[in-house]
């Protein structure tokens, strides 16, 4: 079964750079959420969207945006880049808001 | 407010004797309650969901979960430890009503001793 695509799966930057992380729900999935898990740490709710619309928001920087798109895939855009940002960014979809999340893989994002 | 905790932030246990890790929750509503494992370098995988049908509730992998309101716990056990349960265990609420986004337990690593 297709399960959730995240892209890329490991990302380096430097300070103060931008980067780019990429979810793609499960077909017919219609609601998104991300979550950051620094190291040792359990995942933090960032953000989340039903239907292309925002429905939540949680602990994410003014740094960091995100939206989704017309085919239901999610892009989280990091801008100023801080040491602090390096984690593992999971997407999780589910079937209409409110039911069961399936993970992805999650990016892990290195920041030098 | 919903939340989670664990109770043990490390478990250690011999191959082949039962596992027992301990979650409590708060809720203001009936919740739904999840465990997920994480290996090493690893995704979330879900183990198994309680969404208000059997208090007891089955997973993969020879897990289970029950449900137990008048105390607040979803302890996740299984009978027979295999060294391949070596990860991270989170106990999982989702927030309801409303956003529906998960709030995660702080972990307890599981520990399988040969």
């Known amino acids: 079964a297709a399960g959730v695509i995240q892209s890329p799966r490991h990302l380096i930057k430097e300070k103060r750079e931008t980067a780019t992380l990429k979810c793609y729900p499960i077909?017919?999935?219609?609601?998104v959420y991300w979550y950051q898990q620094g190291p040792g740490q359990d995942p933090q709710f960032l953000i989340s969207f039903y239907e292309k619309m925002q429905s939540d928001k949680g602990s994410i920087p003014d740094r960091f945006s995100a939206q989704q798109f017309s085919d239901y895939h999610s892009e989280l855009n990091m801008s100023s880049l801080e040491l602090g940002d390096s984690a593992l960014y999971f997407c999780?979809?589910?079937?209409?808001?409110?039911?069961?999340?399936?993970f992805g893989p999650g990016t892990r994002l290195t920041v030098l | 407010a919903q939340s989670v905790t664990q109770l043990d932030s490390h478990v250690s246990v011999s191959e082949g004797t039962p596992v027992l890790l301990r979650c409590n929750y708060s809720s203001s509503y009936s919740p739904s309650l999840f465990w997920y494992v994480q290996h090493p370098n690893k995704g979330l995988q879900l183990l198994l969901k309680?969404?208000?049908?059997?208090?007891l509730v089955k997973g993969i992998n020879g897990f289970e979960a029950e449900f137990k309101k008048s105390e607040t716990s979803f302890h996740l056990t299984k009978p027979s430890a295999h060294m391949s349960d070596a990860a991270e265990y989170f106990c999982v609420v989702s927030v309801s009503p409303g956003t529906y986004k998960y709030i995660f337990g702080t972990g307890t690593r599981l520990k399988v001793l040969a």
């Open positions: 077909p017919r999935h219609d609601t």
């Open positions: 309680y969404t208000s049908a059997a208090t």
């Open positions: 999780a979809s589910s079937h209409g808001w409110g039911e069961l999340q399936f």
